[in-house]
């Protein structure tokens, strides 16, 4: 993947892909000067730059790429000594369920429900006050496990993802 540039087809579901074609020797600084420049034009009118980062993390260019996006600004932030803060929101896989080829396949399904999973694992917000948006989808899945049984949901936020536990699923 050195010297190769991101183009329409993503990464396929593959995370170690998505990642990759970020971090690459050509992708990487292009990317790294223009959110400096943003920053820096943002940093003229406003004393804190509010950051928002939008992703899906279901297939393998945005759950590989989430990550380091956001060291990625961290450190730019960090060399310039600027005020800021990031947002996120973040899609998961629940959201493109509803594509027919994606709603056919139970495997590829599956595959977007591990790439979701493993992507909230890596998200570290860096110390700082977590918040978050569970999309309508994701709850909307929830009730179907759920089955219309009364039982128990366990939520688990941790530093790096949020858990809902539904009997003997996670």
Known sequence: LI???????????RRQIGRAMLCNDIVYPDIQCR??????????FHKTVEIILIAGISGG?????????????????KSLGMTYRISG???TPEVQ????????????KHNLRLNG???LKEIDYQGEDISFIVPSKTL??????MDDEEGTVSISV???????????YY
């Not at 959110?35 to 003229?44: I, M």
């Not at 941790?158 to 003997?168: P, V």
Request: hydrophobic letters at 45%; zero cysteines.
């Open 89 to 91: 929101f973040i899609y």
């Open 35 to 44: 959110l400096l420049q943003v920053f820096n034009e943002a940093a003229k």
């Open 97 to 108: 369920f509803l594509i027919p080829t994606i709603a056919n396949s139970a495997e590829t």
């Open 3 to 13: 010297g190769t540039k991101i183009d329409d087809t993503g990464a396929q579901q």
């Open 61 to 77: 260019t945005g759950s590989g790429s989430i990550i380091d996006t956001t060291y990625m600004i961290h450190d730019i932030f």
């Open 117 to 119: 999973y493993a992507a």
């Open 158 to 168: 941790g530093k790096r993802h949020i858990i809902f536990e539904i009997g003997n």
């Open 140 to 145: 909307a899945e929830i009730m179907k496990i």
